[in-house]
């Protein structure tokens, strides 16, 4: 079993910036892709981004592409999400998650998952 575990999260003013977290324990990362999903109340939770267990290929949703990036360090056993130029819209509950799957944009992919932050952008 792998646990992941998101850092705090917080609250924000529009364009402003916040860094995510995600260490995971029990199991090594390095032969899982990891993404970033979020949820807005009422929302289906979306894919925001992820990354390949390499760290070679990396991919966006299109409402956060040039804005946030997302990187691993192996050996740290982490995953981060680095969030700029932050909007109202990215307010959601942040979820980490790590899968072994092909498609990895599609959160059916994913077999592991953090408990989730939330993130609050003010206008």
């Known amino acids: 079993q792998m646990q992941l575990a998101e850092s705090a999260g917080g609250l924000v003013q529009t364009g402003g910036s916040l860094r995510l977290s995600c260490a995971a324990s029990?199991?090594?990362?390095?032969?899982?892709?990891m993404g970033w999903f979020r949820q807005a109340p009422g929302t289906e939770r979306e894919f925001v981004a992820a990354i390949t267990w390499s760290g070679g290929s990396t991919y966006y949703a299109d409402s956060v592409k040039g804005r946030f990036t997302i990187s691993r360090d192996n050996t740290r056993n982490t995953v981060w999400l680095q969030m700029n130029s932050l909007k109202p819209e990215d307010t959601a509950v942040y979820y980490c998650?790590?899968?072994?799957?092909?498609?990895?944009?599609?959160?059916?992919?994913?077999?592991?998952w953090g408990q989730g932050t939330q993130v609050t952008v003010s206008s």
């Open positions: 029990g199991r090594n990362i390095n032969s899982y892709a």
């Open positions: 998650a790590a899968g072994a799957g092909v498609h990895i944009r599609n959160i059916n992919e994913y077999r592991y």
